[in-house]
């Protein structure tokens, strides 16, 4: 019962471009979300996060955005760096208990 | 200033050994996680304490799995007897409990089960 999920388990994308990652949820209760990023041989970094009661939030190149009604975020990169390709992870939280992370998302950059 | 410190990085062990993995929060922390992260399933939340005590310990697999906090300082996972299906990546994170849950993660210990 994977309550954080993120259908898409690879995105390539061209430099320069946007990258978009999505991730669906399934417990109302959630009241903040976050994405980690992820290099091989290396534990998650925290990356960007957004609360509840907002819908979106930006910093820099990367912007979040929450449709609480359709239990969904999505992390935009605009632009896109080779730098950036990584597995990245969406994860929530129900009043700051334990992080409840989905599966990843392989985003490869291309030069 | 010293993240998450995780020993060993990399473990490669017979079915039916014991395995440890041991974990040293960031001081001042209060809460430490175990995850393990596999291809299927991505970061699963194993067991997670808060103030040295099990809080949370549904995401255990099996009795095999075992997760020790003697102090505010050290952590242990062991795994008695390994399997083959053990193997994964398993980390540590650690945080000051607060209403958002940002974790900081260690590097990692990459278990092999032959």
């Known amino acids: 019962d994977q309550q954080v999920k993120q259908n898409s388990p690879s995105l390539s994308v061209q430099e320069g471009r946007i990258s978009i990652l999505n991730c669906d949820y399934t417990?109302?209760?959630?009241?903040?979300f976050l994405w980690y990023k992820k290099y091989p041989a290396e534990g998650p970094t925290f990356l960007i996060s957004i609360s509840s009661i907002k819908d979106k939030n930006e910093d820099g190149r990367f912007t979040v955005f929450l449709n609480k009604s359709a239990k969904h975020l999505s992390l935009h990169i605009v632009p896109s760096q080779p730098g950036d390709s990584a597995v990245y992870f969406c994860?929530?939280?129900?009043?700051?208990?334990?992080?409840?992370f989905g599966a990843g998302t392989i985003l490869r950059v291309k030069s | 200033d010293a993240g998450v410190i995780q020993s060993p990085r990399h473990e490669v062990t017979e079915m039916g050994q014991e395995v440890t993995l041991r974990c040293k929060p960031i001081s001042g922390h209060n809460s430490l996680f175990w995850y393990r992260q596999t291809m299927m399933r991505g970061l699963e939340l194993l067991i997670y304490?808060?103030?040295?005590?099990?809080?949370?310990d549904s995401g255990m697999p099996e009795d095999r799995f075992s997760a020790k906090m003697p102090n505010a300082s050290f952590s242990t996972l062991k795994i008695q007897p390994s399997e083959p299906r053990d193997s994964a990546v398993y980390f540590c994170?650690?945080?000051?409990?607060?209403?958002?849950?940002?974790?900081?993660f260690g590097e990692g210990s990459r278990l092999t089960v032959l």
């Open positions: 417990n109302s209760m959630f009241d903040y």
């Open positions: 994170a650690s945080n000051i409990r607060t209403n958002t849950g940002e974790l900081f």
């Open positions: 994860a929530a939280s129900e009043y700051g208990n334990k992080l409840v």
């Open positions: 304490f808060n103030n040295n005590v099990p809080i949370d």
